[in-house]
């Protein structure tokens, strides 16, 4: 293996690791179980959320559909799902488009 590649293994390794810092930064509960739901991309984390709509919230960022979205209660959580799942879908699509000029 060669340089470059070992320099992007420990990267990857490092990162891995600061990701999970963040987390133990959250006290037990909801928000702790958010980002292990994003960082592992697993929806068993959100299950471990107590509020109902936090929960949904949570599913609906892990697996980005706007399913989970319309279960939430509170309009203005609805709205920001909502948003959120537009923009991460929308950033999917596009990533993958090029911006060349003729």
Same mark, same amino acid.
Request: glycine letters at 4%; a positive charge; charged letters at 25%.
């Given at each position: ?39 592992? /991309? ?11 709509? /936090? ?5 609906? /960022? ?37 911006? /060349?000029?003729?």
């Amino acid at each position: 293996m060669n340089k470059r590649g070992i320099a992007l293994v420990l990267g990857l390794l490092m990162q891995a690791a600061a990701q999970a810092q963040d987390c133990e930064a959250f006290a037990h509960g909801d928000d702790r179980s958010m980002c292990a739901a994003l960082q592992q /991309k697993a929806t068993r984390f959100c299950d471990d959320i107590v509020h109902q709509d /936090k929960r949904q919230m949570c599913m609906a /960022k892990v697996q980005p559909n706007s399913y989970a979205c319309e279960a939430i209660k509170a309009s203005g959580l609805r709205a920001e799902c909502l948003q959120y799942v537009r923009k991460t879908q929308a950033s999917a699509i596009y990533t993958y488009t090029s911006s /060349k000029k003729p």
